[in-house]
């Protein structure tokens, strides 16, 4: 494919705005096209968007000269201009979207969770392996720098044997955030076990590989209607490891996100937290690299630059996560969201 790609991006809250900004700055891509019910955002007033990390100002009106509206989003996904649709709307909307998107033949990059249940995305699963155009997660994470730095050093041996692992993602209560206070509504968002707590869940997947069976314990009710606001969960491998994860959105407004991980090894530690991103070795050496290039400083950035340059080249984008990958952790959350209920370790149903 020569020039640039065209973009239709659907929805714009937190995400969708964060997206924009990329393709727009991106010299691959040019967004073409945007959907939202909500029409101050097809104007350009973003101001009610809230985030949790890297909040851009959207206090000033964007501006959308040359770009194509559409209050319905299957109208953006019929639009013959567009190469490549980006789903950012909430979660129960993402698998008809990606339905969508793929039989008009187009790219499709849908924001995680792929679903609210992992019965829909098996359902998608079977149709992608089919289809000839792309389909991508937004599983930030994978390609967030000190992460990805982390798990090449993980898979090099470097650390050696893995001992123990704590991921961590604290957010403050998104209560009163985003369109009709969805995340507040386990229905639609599966609150923070699945909104927030994937992350984690999905980072120790790709990590570690497949667990077989996990151990959770969840405080529910608390923040969302009758949601798991956080959850503690570990993750067994059937060998001496120890991985944990904690994640959720208990704090109060204002409190700051935290996001860090604590991996050790017999030959060394990395660690991920507020002093910064190190790596230990047993004999006294210390590193601090920083793995953010300039120009991709985020997981976000690294994510869509990956899907353009495969778009481009023609290549399946595969390399960070594959889409039986996220039908998996879809999986784990369903067995930690079992075990909280059951209050029992719960073997890990795959496939
Ligand atoms: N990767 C990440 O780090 C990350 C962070 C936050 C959210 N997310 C995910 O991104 C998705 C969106 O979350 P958000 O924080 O941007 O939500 P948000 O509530 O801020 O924004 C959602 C937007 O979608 C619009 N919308 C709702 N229904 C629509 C429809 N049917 N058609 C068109 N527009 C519609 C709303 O008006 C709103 O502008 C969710 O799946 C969420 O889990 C991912």
Redesign the pocket.
């Known amino acids: 494919m020569t020039g640039k790609t065209k973009v239709g991006i659907?929805?714009?809250?937190?995400?969708?705005?964060?997206h924009f900004r990329i393709y727009r700055d991106h010299p691959m891509s040019e967004v073409t096209a945007i959907?939202?019910?909500?029409e101050a955002?097809l104007r350009g007033d973003w101001r009610?968007?809230?985030?949790?990390?890297g909040n851009e100002d959207n206090s000033q009106p964007i501006d959308l000269t040359g770009i194509s509206t559409y209050?319905?989003?299957l109208e953006l996904i019929r639009d013959p201009d567009i190469q490549l649709i980006d789903?950012?709307?909430?979660?129960p909307?993402?698998k008809e979207?990606i339905m969508a998107g793929l039989k008009a033949g187009k790219h499709v990059l849908?924001?995680?969770?792929m679903t609210r249940k992992t019965i829909e995305a098996k359902e998608i699963l079977e149709f992608y392996k089919k289809q000839n155009k792309y389909l991508m997660i937004?599983?930030?994470?994978r390609f967030w720098p000190e992460y990805q730095h982390a798990y090449q050093i993980v898979k090099s041996g470097k650390i050696g044997q893995i001992k123990s692992a704590t991921f961590k993602r604290i957010s403050p209560s998104l209560d009163g955030?985003?369109?009709?206070n969805?995340?507040m509504k386990e229905k639609l968002?599966g609150s923070a076990l699945?909104?927030l707590h994937l992350?984690d869940t999905d980072a120790i997947h790709y990590f570690f590989g497949k667990p077989k069976s996990v151990t959770s314990f969840g405080l529910k009710g608390f923040r969302s209607d009758h949601g798991v606001d956080h959850v503690l969960t570990r993750y067994d491998y059937e060998n001496e490891s120890l991985i944990f994860s904690e994640g959720g959105w208990p704090a109060a407004g204002g409190s700051p996100f935290e996001m860090s991980f604590l991996i050790v090894g017999d030959k060394g530690t990395i660690r991920l937290s507020e002093t910064g991103y190190k790596i230990i070795y047993e004999d006294g050496t210390i590193e601090t690299p920083n793995p953010a290039k300039p120009n991709l400083p985020t997981?976000?950035h690294v994510e869509i630059d990956y899907l353009l340059n495969c778009i481009q080249k023609n290549i399946r984008p595969d390399k960070y996560l594959t889409i039986d990958e996220m039908v998996e952790s879809l999986a784990i959350i369903e067995a930690e969201e079992r075990s909280i209920k059951e209050n029992k370790a719960i073997e890990i149903i795959y496939g």
């Open positions: 659907i929805g714009l809250g937190f995400m969708g705005s964060t959907a939202d019910i909500d955002k009610k968007i809230v985030g949790n990390i209050a319905n989003a789903i950012c709307v909430p979660t909307y993402h979207y849908c924001e995680k969770p937004g599983m930030c994470i955030n985003g369109w009709e969805w995340f968002s699945l909104d992350h997981g976000w």
